[in-house]
């Protein structure tokens, strides 16, 4: 069983940036790839990035390309998403995944997923 609690969203304006956190609790933590999915309103949730167990391999979608960054802290169970030159586009509710392999060929489809948190809501201006 692994629990999932995002945290850092909020209303920023376009240009600006972001930090979403994922903390994780649960002992297989470290074990698993990890992703970071979106949902606008209307629309359906999408890929936004990935990370494996490591930290080795990272994949992100090519609308966040050079603009977010994926990162993990093992010791601390959490996986994190620097967001930065946000867009209005950009504007949804952000979900943490947990994937059940260490690392999976693109980490990109949703329901490879098998843990999911509540989502945190970024807003960004224009």
């Known amino acids: 069983q692994v629990q999932l609690v995002e945290s850092g969203g909020g209303l920023v304006q376009a240009g600006g940036s972001l930090r979403l956190s994922c903390a994780a609790s649960g002992r297989t933590f470290s074990s698993r790839a990890m992703g970071w999915f979106r949902q606008a309103p209307g629309k359906e949730r999408e890929f936004v990035a990935a990370?494996?167990?490591?930290?080795?391999?990272?994949n992100y979608a090519d609308s966040v390309k050079g603009r977010f960054t994926i990162s993990r802290d093992n010791a601390k169970d959490t996986v994190y998403l620097q967001m930065n030159s946000l867009k209005p586009e950009d504007t949804a509710v952000y979900y943490c995944a947990a994937h059940p392999r260490p690392y999976g060929a693109t980490m990109r489809d949703r329901n490879e997923y098998d843990y999911w948190g509540q989502g945190t809501l970024v807003t960004v201006s224009s």
């Open positions: 990370i494996s167990w490591s930290g080795d391999s990272t």
